[in-house]
């Protein structure tokens, strides 16, 4: 913002000398304000819907309006408004407990009451931001604009255009289904690319896409091959195959020139080529309105959720998205099958409709979900609309065909305002909400409205003290979950191994990222010991049970930092072991790079003791320090290290030149070390990897974190 701009300004204060001293101060200080009192909490989310502002500054401890619940108020509606604090404080101690606080909170900054030039700078600091934030956003619609009208050049392209990835589509146009006999995309994603192809000449397209994508071509290159219709018919093509990326996915673009249906050329007698006649007529489905509902249909749907964003960044014109979500649809559909559900689909869909106001707009987007464009973003008015609209789809009775059908909805509520940027994202939160409602009722039934909220607590400044009273209340509840993922051999090991990972969920049952309970425990000494013996003592007790039948399994335990600094732990181990009965040398012990470094004696007294036992230490996350074989020349009872996972993502996602990681494996192989590559996620990697001399391989491409040890490692 420039200094010429006017500050839209909110103010909590319940001193109007005050306020009026402050308003005085800015004016004086040149700075250009239309200023707004807020009188309450109720009058701030009113002022909030009715337009955007640029500021907010509160007195703490204020009566009117808490600024604490303001800041609340402020993330609820997805708005913009940077806050700072005025602290009425005595010392300095006051103040830094102030700021402390206020951070947390999700302020900006805390200034002392009457500390002026404080206050200037830090107003001037938080508008430059907050004009590059809006930069930033206003790109970002740009950029998306961009991508969808690509997208759509693309769903047009006369070319026959597809995108594939290990075998599989991506992504196909309506000239590239066409062009192999198929009516419709759909009909051919799940087809493997190599069936399109004629069987004489599927070694030789599988044997160019190998080494197309193991060269480095830069450019494009020539496939002539035959291709397969629908029908069986064989015709022969030129595949132009170049690389690409697609939703952000590295992958091979394949593309056929001119054979769309508008530019199809049929031979005239006359011996000149003329446009071949059209198809015959047949019954057109209108544009944008869903066959099953009769309502307007997904793409439609996200042309207009598109034009809401650029309108509530442009027009202030804010809306918000009603996710409906059907409960219990599976079972629905299963008892009624497909015809009749498609026909309580459209029963619904007249429910909904009928409850439709002014200015709404309603699309059938999914199978069993439609969305709902409404005006304003007043969140605790449209949770109670919201609940009525699932009150009365309760009590409608939707026929399907001979049969009735009573359901129930969840419905999930997101603002729009001029914060958005992508209808993906405003959809994703509103289908977050109505999970988050569905999980609130019993046995998949929902029948109710969450608005979304986005999480206050902000991680990067230290706050994790929600996730760690959620880790201490699944301790003492014994409601941590636990998950093993295979880690299978190269090198012709019989062992099998498992990784341990911890599985523990949050208020509204969500399971929560176990990097974020890891960084939170970090914090906590204590609880990280007694978060890591637990886990320990819960893994090997399923062990023992697993070992019966199955007595070649071991398991890889992750330890926190707190947990290699703890003395104590080996001797503990020991006596948990025998108690168990598990023998130790079915045990790896898993110690992060980082930690291993800033800990190193602590780190090398550990592996020793562990190997003594008979036990094993791996060293984790290997390879980002600047020179990671310098701590490993000191830990020579460490036997396994697993590589930083960014190698393989890297590979995978960036199309990176795999020779750092093999010359990693290399050097380890060379040391007396076994490496494990872990984030394995498709068989491009698998064949990388089969030549780099990796030892051990983890990912989803092998199979993903699980309940139970059930991974058939004989057939690998």
């Known amino acids: 913002m420039s200094s010429q701009d006017t500050i839209r ?124 934030r809006r930069e930033r956003r206003a790109t970002d619609r740009k950029f998306n604009a961009s991508e969808r009208r690509c997208q759509q050049l693309l769903d047009s392209s006369r070319d026959a255009i597809a995108y594939v990835e290990d075998g599989m589509f991506l992504y196909l146009n309506q000239s590239f289904a066409e062009l192999f006999g198929y009516p419709e995309p759909d009909d051919v994603l799940a087809l493997p690319i190599v069936d399109m192809i004629a069987e004489k000449d599927q070694d030789t397209y599988v044997q160019f896409m190998k080494n197309f994508k193991m060269g480095d071509n830069a450019g494009s290159q020539e496939l002539k091959v035959k291709g397969l219709k629908a029908e069986g018919k064989e015709f022969e093509t030129t595949l132009t195959v170049s690389h690409a990326t697609y939703d952000d996915e590295a992958c091979v673009q394949l593309k056929v020139e001119g054979v769309g249906s508008a530019a199809i050329i049929a031979p005239a007698t006359s011996g000149t080529a003329v446009a071949a006649a059209p198809p015959p007529a047949q019954t057109a489905k209108p544009s944008g309105i869903d066959p099953i509902t009769g309502l307007h249909d997904r793409r439609h749907m996200m042309e207009v959720l598109a034009h809401a964003v650029q309108e509530a960044a442009e027009k202030n014109r804010y809306r918000s998205l009603y996710y409906i979500s059907v409960d219990r649809f599976a079972q629905i559909r299963s008892n009624l099958g497909f015809a009749d559900t498609d026909a309580m689909l459209a029963s619904l869909a007249n429910c909904l409709k009928s409850s439709q106001e002014s200015g709404a707009t309603l699309a059938h987007f999914t199978d069993e979900e439609f969305l709902l464009l409404v005006p304003g973003i007043d969140s605790e008015q449209h949770r109670q609309k919201a609940t009525e609209l699932c009150k009365k789809v309760e009590s409608h009775i939707c026929s399907a065909g001979a049969k009735s059908v009573q359901v129930t909805v969840s419905i999930g509520i997101a603002p729009i305002s001029e914060n958005a940027t992508n209808p993906d994202e405003i959809i994703k939160r509103a289908h977050q909400a109505a999970d988050e409602a569905r999980s609130e009722g019993k046995d998949g039934v929902g029948n109710r409205a969450k608005v979304y909220v986005p999480k206050i607590g902000n991680a990067a400044s230290g706050d994790h003290s929600t996730m760690l009273e959620i880790i201490r209340h699944a301790l003492t509840k014994d409601a941590f979950g636990i998950l093993f993922q295979p880690v299978v051999s190269l090198q012709g090991d019989e062992n099998e191994y498992y990784e341990v990972l911890i599985n523990v969920k949050d208020g509204s049952g969500k399971a929560v990222d176990t990097s974020q309970v890891f960084k939170a425990v970090e914090s906590d000494k204590d609880l990280a010991i007694k978060l890591d013996r637990w886990t320990i003592l819960k893994a090997t007790k399923m062990l023992a049970q697993h070992r019966v039948k199955h007595p070649k399994t071991h398991l890889m335990l992750n330890l926190a930092s707190a947990s290699i600094q703890d003395s104590t732990l080996p001797q503990w181990l020991g006596v948990a072991l025998k108690a168990g009965n598990v023998p130790a040398s079915s045990l790896v012990f898993q110690i992060s790079e980082n930690d291993a470094t800033n800990y190193l004696t602590q780190a090398k007294t550990f592996s020793d003791a562990v190997r003594a036992m008979g036990a094993h230490a791996c060293i984790k996350h290997f390879g980002c320090s600047l ?90």
């Open 9 to 132: 300004l909110l103010v909590i204060n319940d001193d109007q000398a005050e306020v009026e001293r402050l308003l005085s101060m800015l004016r004086n200080a040149g700075k250009n304000t239309r200023p707004q009192h807020v009188p309450s909490k109720e009058g701030l989310e009113k002022l909030l819907t009715d337009q955007a502002w640029d500021l907010l500054i509160g007195l703490d401890g204020a009566k009117t309006c808490e600024v604490k619940e303001a800041i609340r108020s402020i993330k609820k509606l997805d708005k913009d408004v940077p806050v700072i604090i005025q602290a009425d404080v005595a010392d300095e101690s006051e103040r830094t407990v102030a700021l402390i606080e206020g951070l947390k909170a999700g302020a900006r900054d805390v200034v002392v009451l009457d500390d002026d030039q404080h206050l200037l700078l830090v107003i001037d600091r938080e508008l430059q931001n907050l004009a590059e």
């Open 627 to 716: 020179d990671p074989f310098k701590a490993l020349s000191h830990l020579t009872s460490v036997s396994l290290i697993k590589l930083d996972g960014s190698f393989s993502v890297d590979i995978q996602k960036k199309n990176e030149d795999p020779k750092a990681l093999k010359t990693l494996v290399a050097k380890l192989t060379e040391a007396g070390k076994k490496s494990i590559v872990p984030f394995v996620e498709n068989a491009t990697m698998m064949a990388t990897l089969w030549q780099s001399g990796a030892h051990y391989i983890q990912g989803h491409y092998i199979q993903g974190p699980g309940e139970n040890m059930s991974f058939q490692f004989s057939e690998e």
